[in-house]
């Protein structure tokens, strides 16, 4: 389990222990899209799904409000996302949170789901309820920059909530699942070319343009020291 804190626009604070933790995979609204990238990891050598989108249950522990991020080895990446919270059984106790699923890209061609309980699921310690957001979800836009720590940062992700599968769209499908103290994320977005994923610092934010209202998490990727033995 994990233990977070979520701070609302009202000043009120949530605390929330994680009791199961789910990150989706190929969640893009456009499946025959997704279908598309399906193909093109596979020739990396990153196995297919078995349906999309995906959902991989996820250590949770994992769940965490950090500034840094440890790491076994240079070839990790966070991937930007969206982060829905039950904190408790009514409409108003469902959060929405900016989230960062960093994961382990050496890991990922033997298993996704190995990959993903192989990293830290960073979340925002801010949140809004999705009671007041939910009729403009697709107006909030979802951002990541990455930067090496002697450089400036570069831009890596930029997209509109309406590329991905809506916070709806789950509380329907695993409604089962979807009980108080989970934490589901939402899969994330392309990353723009040219850009270099394996970075020293992430920074992530969720834009409300409508209420000029920003939710942000940022860290740094510490690497630990070689295994002795």
């Known amino acids: 389990?994990?233990?977070?804190?979520?701070?609302?626009?009202?000043?009120?604070?949530?605390?929330?222990?994680?009791?199961r933790l789910l990150n989706a995979g190929y969640a893009g609204?456009?499946?025959?899209?997704?279908?598309?990238?399906?193909?093109?990891?596979?020739?990396?050598?990153?196995?297919?799904?078995?349906?999309?989108?995906?959902?991989?249950?996820?250590?949770?522990?994992?769940?965490?409000?950090?500034?840094?991020?440890?790491?076994?080895?240079?070839?990790t990446s966070g991937e930007a996302e969206w982060a829905l919270v039950v904190a408790g059984p009514a409409p108003e106790d469902l959060l929405l949170t900016v989230a960062c699923d960093h994961t382990d890209r050496e890991l990922e061609v033997h298993g996704v789901a190995w990959s993903k309980n192989a990293g830290l699921?960073?979340?925002?310690?801010?949140?809004?309820?999705?009671?007041?957001?939910?009729?403009?979800?697709?107006?909030?836009?979802?951002?990541?920059?990455v930067a090496q720590e002697d450089g400036a940062e570069q831009l890596i992700q930029d997209a509109g909530l309406a590329a991905l599968l809506a916070p709806r769209f789950w509380l329907d499908e695993l409604a089962e699942m979807l009980a108080p103290g989970?934490?589901?994320?939402?899969?994330?977005?392309?990353?723009?070319?040219?850009?270099?994923?394996?970075?020293?610092?992430?920074?992530v934010e969720l834009a409300d343009p409508r209420n000029g209202r920003t939710l942000e998490l940022a860290y740094r990727v510490e690497r630990m020291p070689e295994p002795i033995g």
């Open 1 to 19: 389990m994990s233990d977070l804190v979520f701070d609302l626009p009202d000043g009120t604070t949530v605390p929330v222990t994680v009791t």
């Open 29 to 75: 609204r456009e499946q025959g899209e997704v279908a598309a990238h399906v193909a093109e990891l596979a020739e990396l050598g990153i196995p297919a799904p078995t349906v999309t989108p995906a959902m991989y249950p996820v250590a949770p522990y994992l769940a965490a409000q950090v500034d840094g991020v440890p790491v076994q080895h240079g070839r």
């Open 121 to 145: 699921d960073v979340l925002g310690r801010g949140a809004w309820r999705l009671v007041d957001v939910e009729d403009h979800l697709d107006e909030l836009r979802l951002r990541a920059w």
């Open 182 to 203: 989970t934490v589901l994320l939402s899969g994330t977005v392309a990353m723009l070319p040219g850009v270099d994923q394996f970075a020293d610092r992430w920074r």
